[in-house]
């Protein structure tokens, strides 16, 4: 089954004119205190840097590209709808940017998706470099509400994911950028599709016992896979379509052996899909190739009974895609036969 990208978010922008009329102007300065600092707006910013692509797809989806100056940290295509305009937009990387050419760009805000990138360590700069210098930043807060940050590598969830936080950084950067009407219907079309997707599950005669585990990449295929553990976005899935994770790590993103996994065998396997090439695993076929023939992973129910999902790779971390994970796996869980 391929991934289903989040196709359109058409249904948004047609709530715009209706809820414009009753929309709440921002009144400035605003101070918003994100990630446990306070930034404060004396205007809407006219332009932004963004470093991580839920930012960037937020921006656009709140009507906001033409505020957008400069982009980077990309792991897919752009959503479709937003193809030909970002097109139009300078990516100062596709990784990780650095800290000159972001604040060349002179941007009124950066706009980021992980802490890591400009936190107290951050391998860009830290937010007070970039404040230092007159640029506020902001961070979404799904990856630092409930996250623990300062744990090394991807960080641990203190407590479950929610896509409350998603929405919270939409209706935030809605009010930051006083573009109230916008964040109001994105939020209330994703809700739509979160529960429309919960639902689908529900109406399933599923077995009891389903599990599954979701495999990101891995440094090498040779060694321990980074695999989902039970608080982040995959968990938020698999809580609400009611699997079971078989990995039980509150990390966001442990390594876990294959003969763990095998031993947990697990109902479904959810892998990623990226056009990221940092490593071996990144690359679907590679994935694809490894479970076919390795002797461990390919004797897995999942795998023998070709109960494989892919997904959005980009949908398996706390962001706006997550819904459309939550899409993802919902419509595979209907479409699988688990009859013995």
């Known amino acids: 089954m391929k991934p289903i990208y989040c196709l359109t978010l058409a249904g948004a922008s047609l709530g715009l004119a209706v809820l414009a009329a ?8 605003l101070t918003v205190e994100n990630c446990g600092q306070p930034v404060t707006f004396d205007a809407a910013p006219e332009t932004t840097v963004t470093v991580g692509q839920s930012a960037t797809e937020t921006l656009y989806s709140l009507g906001l590209a033409d505020r957008v100056i400069g982009t980077s940290v990309w792991f897919n295509p752009v959503l479709p709808e937003f193809t030909q305009v970002n097109e139009g937009i300078e990516r100062l990387a596709d990784n990780d940017p650095s800290f000159e050419s972001v604040v060349n760009k002179k941007p009124d805000l950066v706009a980021v998706q992980y802490e890591w990138h400009v936190g107290p360590s951050g391998i860009v700069a830290t937010r007070d470099q970039f404040h230092e210098v007159g640029i506020p930043t902001y961070i979404m807060p799904a990856d630092c509400d409930t996250k623990d940050n300062t744990t090394g590598g991807d960080g641990t969830r203190t407590a479950a994911f929610s896509t409350d936080s998603v929405y919270k950084g939409i209706r935030e950067l809605a009010e930051i950028y006083d573009v109230q009407a916008a964040g109001k219907a994105l939020v209330t079309e994703l809700r739509k599709r979160e529960t429309a997707a919960i639902e689908l ?18 440094a090498d295929l040779e060694i321990d896979p980074y695999v989902a553990g039970r608080k982040g976005a995959p968990g938020y899935m698999m809580d609400k ?12 993103w442990p390594t876990v052996g294959w003969e763990t996994i095998a031993r947990a065998d697990p109902t479904v396997l959810v892998i990623a899909e990226m056009d990221r090439r940092r490593f071996p695993a990144d690359d679907i ?18 795998v023998r009974e070709n109960r494989i999902v892919v997904m959005d790779a980009h949908a398996m971390s706390a962001t706006m895609r997550s819904i459309f994970g939550l899409e993802t796996v919902a419509e595979a869980l209907a479409g699988f036969d688990f009859g013995e």
């Open 241 to 252: 379509l009611g699997i079971e994770n078989v990995i039980q790590s509150d990390e966001e």
């Open 285 to 302: 076929d590679k994935k694809m190739e490894f479970l076919r023939t390795d002797p461990v992973a390919s004797q897995m129910t999942a």
């Open 22 to 29: 009753n929309a709440q102007s921002t009144s400035y300065p």
């Open 201 to 218: 599950a529900r109406s399933l005669d599923l077995p009891d016992g389903i599990s599954a585990a979701f495999w990101f990449s891995s």
